[in-house]
């Protein structure tokens, strides 16, 4: 849900309207926590609804102590992505990159601390997951306190930001729909691959599959959040083809990291799974499909590039329909029939995925294709559509959603 922040932070900040910038992410900040806390109940009972769904009740067991242990780093989550949000669509990331790079390093010591020198466990690694997350709020939080070039945009804690929930909510749930029908899509494989004739290495080999992907997706976040700044800035400054041009030019970086990324993962399939294995079978396993990692790596970098574009310009609510439609009608099916009618096992359901992201990727490369960045700097200005209507016309200040509407009504029908 905190990404809505990169549509309504990113065209503010381009309008020139700083002050927005820290009511919208004090607006997420309290719509983030106060989900937090019914995601806690699922996260507690993480155990009983795995094996209610079928899973291995060893498996369960051990997945529901880690979430149990997790909960404390939930809230400091939800803080950190509204955080990310509010300095990235002001094109400030240093400071990101250097206390993310300065947490990981200290990360490294707080798990030997709880793993092995405490000796608690797995609970020891989600306990450790939890106080880096919240090292990492306080040291971004301390930044946009007193740095001067927050400033403009973060003006101190106001009552302004309880007003309009509701209107932010509506373009929050699409922002959020849009990436937990992709990321919940991997994690159903997951579940899939428990009901495998050999389910230990099978999830095994799909969890080392997963960790490599989401390792090589981070570069793809980078750029998508790159794009989506860009974008919303533009739009946001009244610049249509400065939107146009930098949705190029990334999508070439995207293509060629792409390549790379994808070779080099075919290159290194027989030495990959000795990292996290010593069991041949687990690493003959990973070798043979990694070449299917590396396809779905370059498909999903491109289709995030395009995906952040549409963020920038507020198209969630259409980007949830498309990943609907990729991951549950084609990818997830097409998952179950590879692996259990076709019986190709784990490697099937990674076939599946890549069926959903060559649909994802056919959608969102039409809507680019057709889109007219003229008009969507018309609708920015002149009244923002009802799955937009938060941000207002740039020469009259922010608008209520009901003010938008009739302004966008009066721009079709004057």
Not at 32 to 58: E, H
Not at 78 to 98: A, D, S
Not at 226 to 251: D, F, K, Y
Not at 370 to 393: H, M, S
Request: include cysteine; aromatic fraction near 12%; charged fraction near 10%.
């Amino acid at each position: 849900m905190g990404s809505a922040l990169e549509t309504l932070c990113g065209q503010a900040y381009g309008a020139k309207q700083y002050h927005m910038l820290g009511i919208y992410t004090q607006r997420a900040m309290l719509v983030l926590l106060s989900l937090s806390i019914l995601l806690l109940l699922i996260w507690f009972n993480t155990s009983t609804i795995l094996i209610a769904c079928g899973q291995d009740r060893d498996i369960s067991n051990e997945a529901g102590q880690f979430n149990r242990w997790m909960i404390p780093g939930l809230f400091a989550y939800g803080i950190l992505q509204c955080l990310n949000r509010f300095l990235q669509t002001q094109n400030i990331v240093m400071p990101m990159m250097l206390t993310s790079g300065f947490t990981a390093l200290l990360h490294i010591l707080i798990c030997w601390l709880f793993v092995f020198k405490i000796d608690l466990g797995i609970k020891g690694a989600a306990l450790a997951n939890a106080i880096s997350y919240w090292i990492n709020v306080f040291l971004l939080a301390g930044y946009v306190k007193f740095s001067p070039a927050c400033r403009k945009t973060w003006t101190g804690f106001s009552k302004e930001a309880l007003d309009d929930i509701l209107d932010f909510i509506k373009l929050a749930i699409p922002s959020a729909v849009m990436i937990c029908f992709e990321y919940w899509s991997f994690e159903m494989v997951v579940l899939l691959s428990g009901l495998l004739p050999n389910p230990k290495l099978e999830t095994s080999v799909l969890s080392i599959s997963l960790n490599t992907c989401w390792m090589v997706y981070m570069v793809s976040v980078g750029l998508g959040g790159a794009i989506s700044t860009r974008v919303s800035n533009e739009l946001g400054a009244g610049r249509p083809q400065g939107a146009r041009l930098a949705l190029h030019v990334v999508v070439i970086v995207a293509i060629s990291v792409g390549l790379i990324i994808a070779t080099t993962t075919i290159l290194v399939r027989f030495l990959w799974g000795k990292l996290y294995s010593n069991e041949e079978e687990v690493i003959k396993y990973v070798a043979k499909i990694l070449p299917l990692l590396a396809l779905s790596d370059f498909l999903d970098g491109f289709q995030c590039v395009l995906s952040g574009a549409a963020r920038g310009c507020g198209w969630q609510k259409l980007c949830a329909f498309i990943n609907l439609g990729a991951y549950y009608v084609v990818g997830l099916p097409s998952s179950v029939l590879f692996a259990f009618v076709f019986n190709t096992g784990g490697m099937g359901l990674w076939m599946g995925i890549i069926c959903a992201l060559l649909v994802q990727n056919v959608a969102l490369i039409a809507i680019n294709i057709c889109t007219n960045w003229d008009k969507e700097v018309e609708i920015f200005q002149y009244g923002p559509i009802k799955a937009r209507g938060l941000l207002g016309c740039r020469f009259g200040g922010p608008l209520s959603l009901t003010r938008a509407l009739c302004i966008d009504n009066w721009a079709d029908n004057p």
